[in-house]
């Protein structure tokens, strides 16, 4: 079956200094992956998306991801972050056995620090 | 395009009482997903719908939880009878297929459910 991990539920970062979130996903076939963040109380909107080609691919906000198929991993970066940046960050994956049904991370709460 | 419009944005009601949250996907899109979020579970996947025929309802909790699509432009989720434990935020997303490729959903803004 298909999941997505994501081992981080908190990170703090002062503002200005880069981040990494992580997400690791399971799949045997091919994958397409997404970042989606939540700003409090709004709905989820998409960073990113992955579905073939360059394995780096670049986000609105600054945000870049790389897909990486032997470590199964599709982590998120942003070489400076800023306070507006904080909110929560999902990773979410289907692949040609799931279609259009998402399969989403638990979040990562990123706390930006003046 | 409005992006997906889910009504009411927030429904404060007593326990027992019928609950109905509506959603307008995105125009063109043909699938459509009820989502819940808890602190505790997270984003839960309730039900989706594919060219308003339901594919998948394994993540309904329960009989008291009831979707329906009569149409590609409006879908409604039901709790009847609510419970405390049914406060969350409901959202729903909608995203269109095309060619094999898998493409984003499109979230709304949610509906706050707090039940009594």
């Known amino acids: 079956a298909q999941s997505v991990t994501q081992l981080d539920s908190q990170v703090p970062v002062f503002e200005e200094a880069p981040v990494e979130l992580r997400c690791n996903y399971s799949?045997?076939?091919?994958?397409?992956l997404f970042w989606y963040v939540q700003y409090p109380n709004q709905g989820l909107q998409l960073l990113l998306k992955?579905?073939?080609?360059?394995?780096l691919v670049k986000g609105i906000n600054g945000f870049e991801a790389e897909f990486n198929k032997s470590q199964t991993s599709f982590h998120l970066r942003k070489p400076s972050v800023h306070i507006s940046d904080t909110a929560e960050y999902f990773c979410?994956?289907?692949?040609?056995?799931?279609?259009?049904?998402?399969?989403f991370g638990p979040g990562t709460r990123l706390s930006v620090l003046p | 395009d409005a992006g997906v419009i889910q009504s009411p944005r927030h429904e404060v009601t007593e326990m027992g009482q019928e609950v109905t949250l509506r959603c307008k996907p995105i125009?063109?899109?043909?699938?459509l997903f009820w989502y819940r979020q808890t602190m505790m579970r997270g984003l839960e996947l309730l039900i989706y719908?594919?060219?308003?025929?339901?594919?998948?309802d394994s993540g309904m909790p329960e009989d008291r939880f009831s979707a329906k699509m009569p149409n590609a432009s409006f879908s409604t989720l039901k709790i009847q009878p609510s419970e405390p434990r049914d406060s969350a935020v409901y959202f729903c997303?909608?995203?269109?297929?095309?060619?094999?490729?898998?493409?984003?959903?499109?979230f709304g803004p949610g509906t706050r459910l707090t039940v009594l």
């Open positions: 997303a909608s995203s269109v297929s095309w060619a094999g490729r898998y493409n984003e959903q499109f």
């Open positions: 799949s045997s076939v091919s994958v397409y």
């Open positions: 992955y579905l073939s080609g360059s394995t």
């Open positions: 979410a994956v289907t692949d040609d056995n799931y279609g259009q049904n998402f399969v």
């Open positions: 125009s063109g899109h043909d699938y």
């Open positions: 719908f594919n060219n308003n025929v339901p594919i998948d």
